[in-house]
């Protein structure tokens, strides 16, 4: 590994190892560093070569043999000198790709495999949470769905039935009634919708009020707590569009679907609340009772109730998936620099800068399609792939294009590929602006229904932000 200091004379190389949305702004973000002359993208996204960094090689895609063999990541980042390598979504981290770059003394972000237990295994993490008086709505865990049934039937209360591992952000359903408890279980438990994540389900009073996704770097030794945080939107519909909730029928649940930022509840005094009860608390336990030497960021997925009572929904160990995307056309701090502090245990040395802008991610979703026979119902059930994306030379100066779910064709160019195809965001000076620069420019984009004369079939929330 080269020993070049990054605030010198030479530059440095970063691979981001990813292909989600989220990946793609890491990506870019590192692309933005004035220490950076390099990004390799693995396995990378294609949509990334029709951006300014892709177009001019800042960011390249690397295309491994096989990109989980960690042993050849490894060998690439040795290779080409590879100065850090950012991990973005959790499946890598837990099956242990952290654990192989430093086995090659390869600089890192991300946790160690052991410690991805807390995003992992929402029973490990919900014990800990309670052990120090971290407020976490009533739960119980469940092996048998016999069980589960009887205890959703006596409760009495409404529920959201969570799967314990992981499940790509989606794993918890939030339920109504016991009727959609019941679906829930048997989704999860039955038909396995999660796979084995769903061989124990945690299962959860609903709370009502303001969700909150609250992020923190650590390093091993210190705690940098954002001191600024959004809102993501996870549901497929907008309340006010009862329409389409009532035909599409089922679990509306997503990975996201939205983001803004600032929160509207953002101020100094909850930030500060947030890190003394619950920040704190935690990264406490990380670092003195279990010793972890936890390196990366840290995601409280946290409620705001009526009471003005906060608790924690879940823990994860990477950003989150829209709320980074949003949250890093805000931060203008050097993201190598701070990538290098997480690494070396220099976060006391991070200023945080955040500029003025207020920031709005509308993602554009696979709607209705036509299929072979009859129709695509479009994300988050089944939804058609290879439409044509038209518009992106359209959009205004300033759009940031996140991609996630695209491919390449031969013919038509950049095509869908994935349910959560592209995110869209715009900033301006207050919100009510960004907001409706995003949905001006979201409609300039078509998604070619080939099979329906080239009608569009992307579909997007109208309410992020309101
Ligand atoms: N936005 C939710 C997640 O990333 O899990």
Known sequence: MSTKKYWGINMAKVLVYGSGGRDHCLADKYGDSRHVDKVYFMPGNPGVLYTPK?????????????????????????????????VGSENPLSSGLIDVLNHHDIPTVGPRQEYTKLESDRSFTNFLLRSIGVGKPEHKVFFDPGDARKYVKNIGYQVVVKANGLAAGKGAIVCNDVEDALCAIEDIMVKKVFGKSGDRVVIEERKFGTEISFFAYLDGKHVLPLKMFCQDYKQAFDDHDQESIQNFGGNLNTGGTGCYCPHKLVSDSLVNRIIRE????????IYNDYG????GVVYFG???????QLEVFEINVRHGDPEFEVLARKFSTDFFELGMAVWEGKL????????????????????????SRGWNPGYPKRYGKGHQILGLDDLDKGIAIYFAGVDI????????????VLHLIAGDETLEKAREKAYHNIRKITFVDHKMDGANCMRFRTGIGM
Not at 278 to 285: H, K, L
Not at 292 to 295: G, S
């Open 302 to 308: 946290l409620n705001l109730d009526p009471d003005n």
């Open 278 to 285: 619950i920040v704190n608390p935690t990264v406490n336990v």
């Open 292 to 295: 972890w030497n936890y390196k």
């Open 54 to 86: 892709g177009k001019r090689g800042l960011i390249e895609l690397v295309n491994l043999a096989d990109p989980n063999d960690f042993n050849q990541v490894a060998g690439f980042c040795l290779e080409n000198k590879v100065d850090l390598v950012d």
């Open 409 to 420: 064709s031969e013919d038509k160019g950049l095509v869908t590929w994935g349910g959560r």
């Open 348 to 371: 006391d040395q991070i200023k945080q800068v955040w500029n003025q802008q207020y920031y709005v991610d509308v993602i554009a979703m696979e709607g209705r399609s036509k299929a």
